[in-house]
């Protein structure tokens, strides 16, 4: 079985690297085994596409818990995000090999990469959930242990320190959900689970804390303070994997269990979904904006990106509870799409901000620009990336927030309040979104890549190797790719919807291909290959005007200066000052933001000064709070350890009686 073998491939890549570790060749020998791995999980995943196993495992292996052993399976959900994950996972592992060389802990980070793709997968491919819940936990500690490979930064610390907090918080939610979706009977498989009914209390609280296990991995708001630290710590082609892939796993968990395991999950849920998603992608967004460092803008994004998932999957549970399972099938295709699209795109621009890194040294977009000139391969796929995240046509991110759209337009159907008057809020929160991912984006790519250096590492930079060049040309690729053929994309994508919701995913017969038109045939229909075939001809006539009425001499001219000649790139826009309207516009109230100029008096030749500030809500009145509570408990409860004997068998003798009284009451009943 392709599946097998390519997964035991991984544990050991690890091992060879931890024998051999210390020559250089073995971590690119190592770099292109997980790139191979990758490639065959992609072709195992497009085999099992469209194929159904029914409810038994594939295979079953002897080990696990006493009672049980492991069961492994490949579905269309699984199927589909083992492309997910393996098709980011082999850029990534390609772009490793020339990008690990100028890592400075490459032994920290080599060893535990295939380990990670291992965990990544074996989430997907588990039948049970113990193999389910063991995978999430080790996926977790090996990029736990990436994020922590520079250990001697003090903020990489500090980010694996909450990192390592929020998966353990994750995992005890998703715990007592996997025993409620077992019940009494004890059978972890999830064929069980799918034929277990729950009760009125474990049903919702089911629901309660599969949203705050697997959201907190996904970095849904409030749930996302680990993200932007940790996502940026790690080195790129791990931020990657850990922003555009690791995030799609959380999402698998979610589908998995409230389409599949769960066996009924009510329309309220569905719009609390579809808030928190919209709250996640605006406050993501803003949060982006307001970033210098590249990385962590780039991680914020993910927020913003994994908000527009959920709110597809939050109309796709209204309205299938509502029994319009088409418009169901239209809101979860819509979802998978976006997931499938961001973790290409963010890929894309992960790596591409490695290449950067690895050129200039530098992260902050204060001391980037003129890039493009410099690095003209990085640049122009880097424009793709940010173009498609930026959801333009006819790009893979537009086709699936459009379907996410047309979606939305289609949610006051669903005869209750909540969602006659929730839907348009989440419509103008994710209207809001595209904006400012516009906003963010140009900002991104026009300080780092357009202008003038801003410092020397920027004048000095030259584009990076050959391999890693064409790997970010290949993602580029595949995001101009996916969205010139949305209607493939989605045909594919609604065999994996037929299984979760008895239905398929309707494109009008009327139009046919390559038009797509979810919701009629006289409106909302949109045809990616049309523009693309379109744009191509427009570019081509242009090209032979300009050759055939042009001539071949070459006119330089300075830039337009405003009137004000200035040699000086300081002189330039810098992302602080792009971004000052919105962050006195907006972030003056939701981040409390605060400027602070001292200008000398006249004859006074000290320089003028600006400061900023800026506090994270989120992080000040929630996470803060908890610490602080814990803190109180702690010191409150290590009183104990300082108590006489007397008092230590009056505690004694008090649970004594409590236990008694319960064994009492429980006997009445």
């Not at 890549?13 to 990758?38: M, N």
Request: with cysteine.
């Amino acid at each position: 079985m392709l599946i097998v073998a390519a997964l035991s491939a991984l544990p050991l890549l690890s091992l060879l690297t931890i024998v051999w570790g210390r020559g250089g060749a073995v971590h690119g020998l190592v770099y292109a085994g997980c790139f191979l791995s990758s490639v065959a999980l992609v072709a195992a995943g497009l085999d099992h596409l469209g194929t159904q196993t029914g409810g038994a495992p594939t295979l079953v292996l002897p080990f696990g818990l006493p009672w049980l052993h492991a069961h492994f399976r490949v579905d269309n959900l699984s199927a589909l995000f083992l492309l997910i994950v393996n098709v980011p996972a082999a850029a990534a592992s390609a772009f490793a090999v020339g990008y690990s060389a100028h890592l400075a802990e490459r032994r920290r980070v080599t060893p535990f990469y295939p380990l990670f793709l291992f965990a990544m997968n074996a989430v997907l491919v588990g039948d049970d959930a113990f193999v389910f819940l063991v995978a999430w936990e080790f996926m977790s500690l090996t990029s736990w242990l990436m994020v922590l490979a520079d250990h001697r930064r003090d903020e990489n610390r500090k980010a694996a320190m909450v990192y390592l907090s929020m998966a353990v918080f994750g995992t005890f939610c998703l715990l007592p959900a996997f025993g409620l979706l077992a019940g009494g009977g004890g059978d972890y498989t999830f064929a069980s689970m799918r034929l277990h009914s729950l009760g009125p209390v474990a049903g919702p609280l089911v629901v309660l804390l599969v949203l705050m296990g697997a959201g907190s991995k996904a970095g849904l708001v409030p749930l996302h303070a680990w993200l932007p630290l940790a996502h940026p710590a790690a080195p790129s082609h791990v931020s990657a994997l850990m922003s555009g892939v690791m995030t799609k796993v959380a999402l698998y968990g979610l589908i998995r269990v409230l389409f599949d395991l769960h066996g009924h999950v009510g329309w309220q849920w569905g719009a609390a979904m579809m808030v928190v998603g919209g709250v996640s992608a605006v406050m993501g967004v803003l949060y982006a904006v307001m970033q210098d460092d590249l990385k962590t803008l780039l991680a914020y994004s993910t927020v913003e990106n994994v908000g527009i998932v959920v709110i597809g999957l939050g109309l796709a549970i209204a309205f299938k509870d509502d029994g319009e399972k088409s418009l169901a099938a239209l809101a979860l295709v819509a979802g998978l799409y976006h997931a499938l699209n961001h973790a290409v795109i963010k890929s894309l621009l992960f790596l591409g901000a490695g290449a950067v890194i690895t050129a200039t040294g530098e992260r902050s977009l204060g001391a980037l620009g003129g890039l493009l000139k410099r690095m003209p391969w990085t640049g122009a796929a880097f424009l793709v990336g940010a173009a498609a995240i930026s959801a333009l046509p006819p790009l893979n991110g537009f086709v699936s927030e459009w379907l996410v759209l047309q979606s939305l337009f289609k949610g006051p159907v669903v005869p209750h309040w909540a969602m006659k008057f929730g839907v348009p809020v989440v419509g103008a929160f994710l209207a809001l979104a595209a904006a400012l991912a516009a906003t963010c984006f140009v900002r991104a790519y026009g300080i780092a890549f357009l202008g003038r250096p801003r410092s020397a590492a920027a004048a000095e930079a030259g584009d990076v190797s050959a391999g890693m060049r064409w790997t970010l040309v290949a993602l580029a690729a595949l995001c101009v790719g996916l969205g010139a053929i949305p209607v493939t994309v989605t045909d594919a994508l609604s065999v994996v919807v037929q299984p979760l919701l008895g239905t398929s995913f309707a494109v009008s017969s009327d139009l046919g291909w390559p038009f797509l038109s979810p919701v009629s045939n006289t409106r909302g229909s949109y045809s990616g290959t049309v523009l693309v075939m379109v744009g191509l001809a427009l570019f081509g006539i242009a090209i032979a005007l300009v050759h055939r009425m042009g001539n071949n001499r070459m006119r330089a001219a300075d830039a337009w200066d405003c009137g004000t000649p200035e040699d000086n790139p300081a002189t330039q826009y810098t992302g602080q000052s792009f971004a000052q309207p919105l962050r006195r516009s907006i972030a003056a109230t939701v981040f409390q933001a605060r400027e602070t100029v001292v200008m000398p008096q006249p004859g006074d030749d000290s320089p003028a000064r600006h400061s900023l500030a800026m506090t994270d809500p989120i992080w000040n009145g929630l996470y803060l709070r908890l610490a602080w509570l814990i803190n109180l408990i702690a010191d409150q409860v290590n009183r104990l350890q300082f108590l006489t004997v007397r008092r230590y068998l009056l505690m004694m003798f008090c649970t004594l009686v409590f236990l008694l009284l319960v064994v009492a009451v429980r006997q009445q009943q």
